[in-house]
C-alpha cells in the first residue's frame, strides 16, 4: 500500500470517529427531553403500598372493645375461628380435666396479650394459636373484654375449691410458705407480690390464679421453665419457674386451685374507692374499733404464716411495712398486705 492509500485510510477513521462522537453527543441532549414525555409511574403512596404487605388484622381500625361482640363469637364462633366456649366453656370456666384454662373475671389487657402473644408465637399450642392467627385483632380485643366482664363467682363451676383435691399437710404448708414469703435460699419471691392475696390477682397485668385449674398451672410453669413462653421480658416467671422443683409446683397448684375465685370487688387488693369496690363510710354510733393514723406495729400472719418478707431475689420480698398508713376502706386491725411494686409499664408486663 503506498502513501496515498495511507493517507486515505486515516482521513476515513478520523471521519467515522468524528460522527460517532456526534451521535453519542445529541444522544446525551436528547435523554432529558425523553425522560419529560415518560409516562410518570403509578403514584401509589408509600403507606399504602406497604399496607399491602401487612395482615388483614393490622390494616382493620380498631374500634373500642365490645363485649357483646366478643359474646356472640365465643358462642357462635366465625370464620375459622372455633367458638371458644368448645374449650373454655359458655361461661369461661374452662376444663380441669383437659387442662383448658378458667377465663372469667381475667383482666382484658392480660386476656388480649395472650390472644396476642399465641398469634405472634410468643407462645405456642396446637389448640390456641391455630384459632389466635385467623382472628383479627378486633375479635381478639372484643373477646377478651367479654371473659373480663364475666364474674368468675357466678360462671359455671366457680367453686373449684370445693371439687379440687386438697393438699396435704405439709404440701400446704410449703404452698402457703411460697405464696406468701418466698424462698430466701432458693432466691424465689412470694407469689403474693404481683398475684395478690391468695391469687386475687393485680390487675391490669398480672391474672388471678384463685380456683385456676391445677392442670393448667402446672402447664404453665413448665411452659415457663422450658422457655417455650416468651411473654414476661422481665425473665422473673421464667426464672421463678427455673428454680422451683416439681414438688413445689405442684403443691401451688394444688393450693391455687383449691381457692375460690372471687367477683372483682371482693378481691381484697382491690382499691377501696374506686369504681370496683366503692368506699362505704361507718355510721357515727357504730361499735368497733376505728382507723387510727398508724398500722399496727409487728409482722402480722397471713393463715398462720408470719409475713416477714425477706431477701426474695426479683422482686424483693412482701414484708409488712411498720410504719406504713393503714389504707382507707381496710378494717381496722387486719395486718396489712405486703408491699408489692408498681405494675411494670406495657413493654415489661407478661
Not at 408509600?46 to 380498631?62: D, F, V
Not at 374449650?87 to 396476642?116: I, T, V
Not at 391474672?207 to 385456676?212: I, V
Not at 415457663?224 to 421463678?240: C, F, L, N
Request: positive net charge; glycine residues 10%.
Amino acid at each position: 500500500m503506498n502513501a496515498r492509500n495511507w493517507l486515505f485510510a486515516g482521513r476515513c477513521w478520523l471521519f467515522a470517529c468524528a460522527v460517532a462522537a456526534l451521535v453519542a453527543f445529541l444522544a446525551l441532549l436528547a435523554m432529558p427531553a425523553l425522560a419529560r414525555q415518560a409516562p410518570a409511574p403509578s403514584a401509589q403512596p408509600a403507606p399504602q403500598r406497604q399496607q399491602q404487605h401487612q395482615p388483614q388484622a393490622q390494616q382493620q381500625a380498631r374500634q373500642p372493645a365490645s363485649a357483646e361482640r366478643g359474646r356472640q363469637l365465643a358462642e357462635k364462633g366465625a370464620d375459622g375461628v372455633t367458638a371458644c366456649l368448645s374449650c373454655h366453656g359458655a361461661q369461661g370456666e374452662g376444663n380441669a380435666a383437659a387442662g383448658f384454662p378458667r377465663l372469667a373475671g381475667q383482666p382484658s389487657f392480660y386476656l388480649e396479650r395472650q390472644m396476642s402473644a399465641f398469634a405472634d408465637g410468643r407462645r405456642d399450642n396446637p389448640v390456641m394459636s391455630p384459632i389466635a392467627k385467623a382472628m383479627t385483632a378486633q375479635q381478639r380485643l372484643d373477646s377478651s373484654a367479654w371473659y373480663a366482664s364475666v364474674d368468675p363467682a357466678k360462671a359455671a363451676g366457680a367453686q373449684p375449691g370445693a371439687a379440687a383435691a386438697k393438699p396435704d399437710a405439709a404440701r400446704q404448708k410449703r404452698a402457703l410458705a411460697l405464696a406468701n414469703q418466698g424462698d430466701d435460699k432458693l432466691q424465689v419471691q412470694a407469689c403474693i407480690n404481683c398475684h395478690g392475696p391468695n391469687g386475687a390477682g393485680e390487675a391490669p397485668a398480672y391474672p388471678y390464679l384463685a380456683g385456676q385449674h391445677a392442670a393448667y398451672l402446672t402447664a404453665a410453669m413448665a411452659e415457663w421453665k422450658s422457655g417455650a413462653r416468651k411473654t414476661d421480658p422481665s425473665g422473673q416467671m421464667p426464672t421463678i419457674a427455673a428454680r422451683l422443683g416439681d414438688q413445689d409446683v405442684a403443691a401451688l397448684a394444688a393450693f391455687y386451685a383449691a381457692q375460690t375465685a372471687q367477683a372483682p370487688a371482693l378481691r381484697t387488693n382491690v382499691a377501696a374507692g374506686s369504681a370496683a369496690r366503692p368506699a362505704v363510710a361507718a355510721r357515727a354510733d357504730a361499735s368497733g374499733p376505728r382507723a387510727t393514723a398508724t398500722a399496727p406495729q409487728g409482722v402480722g400472719t397471713e393463715q398462720g404464716a408470719p409475713l416477714t418478707g425477706g431477701n426474695q431475689g426479683q422482686g424483693g420480698g412482701g414484708g409488712a411495712q411498720g410504719n406504713q398508713t393503714q389504707p382507707a376502706g381496710q378494717p381496722a386491725g387486719q395486718p396489712q398486705q405486703p408491699a408489692r411494686d408498681p405494675p411494670p409499664p406495657p413493654a415489661q408486663r407478661r
